[in-house]
């Protein structure tokens, strides 16, 4: 049974940081490319990061690119989002999400797995 668990949201001030985690359990991590998504109320899901197998390449939305990063330790099953100088506009429930490829897609339903997501709310 594949699972995800995301853990690390909250409330945080605008300009603060938070940091989420996501564990992979009941598959073989370091097979798959991992993605942080994210959906604000009344919008649609938007991609915001993802990593590559070995973490050599992590392309991000605009939106975050300076400001969020992501990694991941294949030895603990785990994909993190870093995410500083945070805004208000980036309150949203984050989801990680899995695809078994060597090869980084954008849209969410190129991911197979997902997780439950995790709210980051961010006051002004």
């Known amino acids: 049974q594949v699972q995800l668990v995301e853990s690390g949201g909250g409330l945080v001030q605008a300009g603060g940081s938070l940091r989420l985690s996501c564990v992979a359990s009941g598959i073989t991590f370091s097979m798959y490319v991992m993605g942080w998504f994210r959906q604000a109320p009344g919008k649609e899901r938007e991609f915001v990061a993802a990593?590559?197998?070995?973490?050599?390449?992590?392309p991000y939305a605009d939106s975050v690119k300076g400001r969020f990063t992501i990694s991941r330790d294949n030895a603990k099953s785990t994909v993190y989002l870093q995410m500083n100088s945070l805004k208000p506009e980036d309150t949203a429930v984050y989801y990680c999400?899995?695809?078994?490829?060597?090869?980084?897609?954008?849209?969410?339903?190129?991911?197979?797995?997902w997780g439950q997501g995790t709210q980051v709310t961010v006051s002004s």
């Open positions: 999400a899995a695809r078994f490829s060597s090869v980084v897609k954008y849209l969410g339903s190129e991911y197979a797995y």
């Open positions: 990593i590559t197998r070995s973490g050599g390449s992590t």
